[in-house]
């Protein structure tokens, strides 16, 4: 066989390839969790942003409620019959697919995070950094009380509500007094609690 014509066929090989990857990122989805959906049965973990984890609760004016189960909620709705279509960006390791995905024309990782119901995963991306200080300064979604930032929970830290002997929650804004790394990082330490770093806090030297 010529040359050409296997270069041919191997070009045609990967572009065929490459569609049906790339149709396997679009159609209806479901929502697995606050920011991971499925299409086609392959899950898509949003790219930039970090939601609440399932089965993680929150504060807000005195009361506890399930922030997590919250925000798969809201996106499913969100999403509600809408084609949904993903743009690539990375694999993570867990070997899910890592992408921003649209609604129509909408940014769906950066509406979450503007709506409070997930944060900017800063240590990944600062793509989604304005949205999350808009809802901060609106004190929208988790910014309307006290909350630990999914990777924190992750970890095994858990809101004041849930923390055996805790004292009382405390504004989100004071917990940036001692510093985990000396350049203020995403997380701080206030007594016995951590708290996600509230946009502009300035942190003290360690």
Request: aromatic fraction near 6%; hydrophobic fraction near 40%.
């Amino acid at each position: 066989m010529p040359r050409w014509l296997i270069i041919l066929a191997l070009a045609l090989a990967l572009a065929c390839a490459w569609q049906a990857a790339a149709s396997d990122l679009t159609g209806r989805a479901s929502v697995v969790d606050g920011d991971t959906i499925e299409i086609h049965g392959q899950r898509i973990r949003l790219f930039g942003i970090d939601a609440p984890e399932s089965r993680q609760t929150c504060e807000a004016d005195g009361q506890t409620w399930r922030c997590g189960q919250q925000a798969a909620l809201v996106l499913s709705d969100r999403i509600g019959q809408r084609t949904v279509a993903c743009e690539q960006r990375d694999v993570d390791r867990y070997g899910r697919i890592v992408a921003i995905c649209r609604a129509g024309t909408e940014d769906l990782n950066a509406w979450l995070v503007s709506q409070g119901l997930a944060l900017a995963y800063r240590q990944y991306s600062t793509a989604y950094v304005d949205e999350e200080n808009a809802a901060h300064a609106a004190r929208l979604g988790l910014w309307r009380g006290a909350f630990t930032a999914p990777w924190d929970w992750r970890r095994g830290v858990r809101t004041p509500s849930a923390s055996a002997g805790a004292s009382e929650s405390e504004p989100a804004a004071a917990c940036c007094k001692i510093c985990t790394t000396k350049a203020c990082g995403n997380s701080c330490i206030s007594k016995t609690k951590t708290c996600h770093k509230p946009p502009g806090c300035a942190c003290d030297a360690q």
